[in-house]
């Protein structure tokens, strides 16, 4: 008997809420997993908030309060705390209202309604008549019988109400981005580079020179020697008296002078040397020898 009693009752235990997991219903009827909606309780409180800082809503729909702090799913409308007190007193049936400031769990469609709905729009269907007040601070009594009259009682309705409303708005044209003012470009100035200052003359410049030598520097002044010396005692050689040897004549000569006159600077420190006499023979050499001996003492 009791295994015919667990096979009778095995659907229905699989088919409860505890099997299937725990269940979560918003203010409008829609039914939501509950751990599905916790994990992302901080994202749709994050993007209700998003929603009540947008123009309109930052401000109570019915004292014009700016701490908005509720709002109710069901109209649409941002409201303060006090005046969250009044649409708690008009009804379920007529408003039911959620704090923004993260003690209630917001659902999917509950964000989705604030989101299409709002301050201003709510206030295009609910005091779209003649004679509808705004909202301003006021005493309680007189925010109360003013939410019975636009809520309640539909005193200044839209005719069609909401959907009139986003027929409206589904008709008109996407409103065109503002066009950024064309900005004149200046054309850039045009800048001559700088003259390029000449190079200073290379140390190695004569290496690259084509011309001969001769032609790079001057050759120095012709250097004018003395005769040299004869010698008294050299009988056996009645010649003239030896020389140096001659430098090369010609363009060579010029080109390259005595290597010690150039570099001591020789040639341009002596003086021109004197006449000297002309050299005597050999034979008046020996004569003068011998007259040295013959002399009496």
Known sequence: LKLQFLYLIA???????????????????????????????????????????????????????AASNWASVTLGVFVCTPCSQIHRGLGAHVSKVKSCMGT?????????????????????VYCAGPGAPRPQPRRMDELIEIAKDKYD?????RPGGWDSLFEEISQQPPAAAPRAAAVPQTPAPVTSLPAKAPEP????????????PAAMAPPPAAVTRPPPT??????????????SPARPAGPVAAAWPDVLDVLFGTA?????????PPAASHAQRVEDLLGLFSQPS
């Open 201 to 212: 003359p290379s140390a190695f410049a004569f290496l690259n020179a084509k011309t001969a």
């Open 268 to 276: 341009a420190a002596q003086p021109p040397a004197p006449p000297q």
């Open 11 to 65: 659907p229905v235990l699989l088919t409860t809420p505890t099997a299937m997991g725990e269940l979560m219903y918003s203010k409008l009827g829609a039914t939501y997993d509950k751990q599905k909606i916790m994990r992302k309780e901080k994202a749709y409180l994050k993007e209700v908030n998003a929603i009540k800082k947008a123009e309109g809503n930052d401000c109570c729909a019915e004292c014009g309060d």
């Open 230 to 243: 004869p010698n008294l005692l050299d009988f056996g050689n009645d010649a003239a008296p030896k020389s």
């Open 104 to 124: 209630y769990v917001w659902c999917p469609d509950e964000i989705d309604a604030m989101r299409r709905m709002g301050n201003a729009r709510a206030r295009q």
């Open 153 to 157: 009682r539909k005193k200044w309705f």
